[in-house]
T-cell receptor, first 110, second 114 residues
Framework: GQNIDQPTEMTATEGAIVQINCTYQ??????LFWYQQHAGEAPTFLSY????GLEEKGRFSSFLSRSKGYSYLLLKELQMKDSASYLC???????????FGKGTRLHILP | DGGITQSPKYLFRKEGQNVTLSCEQN?????MYWYRQDPGQGLRLIYY???????QKGDIAEGYSVSREKKESFPLTVTSAQKNPTAFYLC?????????????FGSGTRLTVV
């Protein structure tokens, strides 16, 4: 079976740093994605990790540890527009399906 | 500009009626997917197709049907057998199997049964 866990909600302050964690159990792991989704809109791609380590892309970074079944998304210099849901998703290499977690709603306070 | 188009954006259906949601892409992607999103449930896979004239059931296929007669089109029919069809439906595509790309999503269709 497959299971992806991430916190339901988080709150942070504008200008600060926040880390959103994701743990997963899956067979045939072949990559982990992070997506951003604003309310009522489609998800947009943020990052992809398939090897252990940190991938940095501007204000956003994503980390993966395959042995621990663990990833995090790090958002720096938070802006009000970062208020959104962040979806962790894992690809199963056996059938190429991408399974999504339930998402973390991030609230940014001024 | 390439992308995925879902129509309509909002759809109202009377209970007991079938309804078809459109999904068209001009990205030349081989694989297409339909997801359903409910509050607090995340995205759940309904059907997917990795090649024309072939498709597979996802995790919640009951009460839904699809076709893939053309590479660029993957319509989803919500039948009267679907017990709780009110939801946000997302169509997605990607280049093919094994590609290290995430999905490209359409803008979604919000279906409400009245």
């Amino acid at each position: 079976g497959q299971n992806i866990d991430q916190p339901t909600e988080m709150t942070a302050t504008e200008g600060a740093i926040v880390q959103i964690n994701c743990t997963y159990q899956t067979s045939g792991f072949n990559g982990l994605f992070w997506y951003q989704q604003h309310a009522g809109e489609a998800p947009t791609f943020l990052s992809y990790n398939v090897l252990d380590g940190l991938e940095e892309k501007g204000r956003f970074s994503s980390f993966l540890s395959r042995s621990k079944g663990y990833s995090y998304l790090l958002l720096k210099e938070l802006q009000m527009k970062d208020s959104a849901s962040y979806l962790c998703a894992v690809r199963d290499g056996r059938d190429d399906k991408i399974i999504f977690g339930k998402g973390t709603r991030l609230h940014i306070l001024p | 500009d390439g992308g995925i188009t879902q129509s309509p954006k909002y759809l109202f259906r009377k209970e007991g009626q079938n309804v078809t949601l459109s999904c068209e892409q001009n990205l030349n992607h081989d694989a297409m997917y339909w997801y359903r999103q409910d509050p607090g449930q995340g995205l759940r896979l309904i059907y997917y197709s990795q090649i024309v004239n072939d498709f597979q059931k996802g995790d919640i296929a009951e009460g839904y049907s699809v076709s893939r007669e053309k590479k660029e089109s993957f319509p989803l029919t919500v039948t009267s057998a679907q017990k709780n069809p009110t939801a946000f439906y997302l169509c997605a595509s990607k280049p093919g199997t094994g590609a290290n790309y995430g999905y490209t999503f359409g803008s979604g269709t919000r279906l409400t049964v009245v």
